[in-house]
């Protein structure tokens, strides 16, 4: 059964907070799959945060360039999302999913989050003053 379970969300003060999420995986290899967070904050669209495809390339949203990071544990089946220099308007809950028929080429460009099979339960993240 594929199961994936984020944590690491909290409350943070805005540009000098920093977290890092988690999402377990089981029932699946992390590195067979397309790999991907996702955030949605109230009365938004749902918004593509990061991926990471099968060789461990990334690809990152504009608005998370440069202080948010994604990664892979292939030991632990898990992946990541390191976050810096946090902005108000990174508020939202946290979601990582993942796909085993997306392509590597498709995984690295702007993927619709209705591609994805499999998605955790979220993990919150409140930017704050």
């Known amino acids: 059964q594929v199961q994936l379970v984020e944590s690491g969300g909290g409350s943070v003060q805005v540009q000098v907070g920093s977290l890092r999420l988690s999402c377990a995986a089981s029932?699946?290899?992390?590195?067979?799959?397309?790999m991907a967070w996702f955030r949605q904050a109230p009365g938004k669209r749902r918004e593509g945060v990061a991926t990471i495809d099968r060789d461990a390339l990334l690809n990152y949203a504009e608005s998370v360039e440069g202080r948010f990071s994604i990664s892979r544990n292939d030991g632990l089946n898990t992946i990541h999302l390191s976050m810096e220099r946090l902005k108000f308007e990174d508020t939202a809950m946290y979601y990582c999913a993942a796909d085993p028929t997306i392509s590597d080429a498709d995984c690295l460009h702007r993927v619709d989050g209705s591609r994805f099979r499999y998605w955790g339960q979220g993990t919150q993240v409140n930017v704050s003053a």
């Open positions: 029932g699946f290899t992390v590195s067979g799959y397309c």
